[in-house]
């Protein structure tokens, strides 16, 4: 068995992030091949458990509980697929410097016995809680293994230390409690672990960006009048999993009058000559998720549609040629318009218009950018983070409007995009 996770096996290396910034960042094929060094994933487990090793020390905490399917897969790297995202099934338990243990839906703790050689066999268990309610909290799930969590972090030497838990159910914080766990907020450990990518994660997010690349020039073959929204989403979808994607989490398919407000969803709408139409692909390859926009015209386009396209180019490329380590968050926000400048009566309506997120296992993760946030609560800008530049701009024709989103990687020296389908300009898909 290979104890490359092993608490006494992991050593301050494994917190170097192994960068290499090149002239361009690579997007490797799949396959894993032997005559290029592609992802390394030892190497990727052991940087992400020590990365939570050092955020746990310098915290509160001694330990941390676990519910959060980003969470577990980034301490103990097992997966069980995207069935498991809001079932609250599975838990995982880090204590001091112990390995990590993970409670699993029933046979996968006996898979992950036999195949994650990383970590320890008797820390792979099989349990589960409630379910979301499912399981009645009177059948006693929860405080059999609230006990059993409280004697492991006793037995770890950490019973007197607050335990960082990310969320749970309402029961479970009630069961911890009445075993005089200390529960405080293990969610902000566990984004300040995250934050940092190192080389084989910004090459994952790279890899899971080049897929979206495909998709949109199929999407800029296929959109023309008569197609629907839903068929656009339903190719988008056939391609992505032919790709190997393990999770196309949603597609935004957003057209003509439907661009203003922005509904963020998608309908059965036929697609019309001059609709301006916007998309969003929203999907992971081996857990590293895509958040990527494009907006599209269809045969022609209007002065005030172009107009809108111009204007949300101008901001986008402002806030990106803003990104370098050390800026903070605020002098980003600060390029983007106010939310009443929109024609929004304040910043919280037009929250998510105008925005960065960090990209990583979870859609969300830091920095968050936004007016509504940053303006007062401004963070740190930090070579090996990786987010999302989005903005929107409305049309004065009252209806259209145009959406850009591009993916960045933080460099030593600034930023790479990694969202390559051509949006310098306003795309014309089959122009008349």
Known sequence: MSRALMPNMLTPQDLEPNWEWRERLPAWGHTSVDFERRIDHDRLRRYRLARTRQSLQNSQAGSLLLFDVNNIRYVTATKIGEWERDKMCRFCLLTGDDSPYVWDFGSAAVHHKRHSDWLEPDHCLAGVVGMRGTIPPDFGLMQKYAKMIAQLIKDAGMANMPVGVDYAETAMFHALKEEGINVVDGQQIMLAAREIKNWDEIQLLTQAASMVDGVYHMIYEELKPGVRENDIVALSNKMLYEMGSDDVEAINAI?????????????????????????????????????????????????????????????????IAMIKPGVTTDKVAEVWPTAESLGFPNEDAAFGLQFGHGLGLALHERPIISRAISLDHPMEIKTGMVFALETYCPATDGYSAARIEEEVVVTETGCEVISLFPAEELPIANRY
Do not use: M
């Open 255 to 319: 057209s003509g009058e439907r661009c203003n407000p922005h509904p963020h969803n998608f309908t059965d709408r036929l697609i019309r000559p001059g609709d301006q139409a916007f998309f969003d692909i929203l999907q992971s390859y081996q857990g590293y998720r895509t958040c990527y926009y494009r907006t599209f015209n269809v045969g022609r386009a209007t002065p005030s549609q172009n107009d809108a396209y111009v204007k949300a180019r101008e901001w986008i490329d402002a806030s």
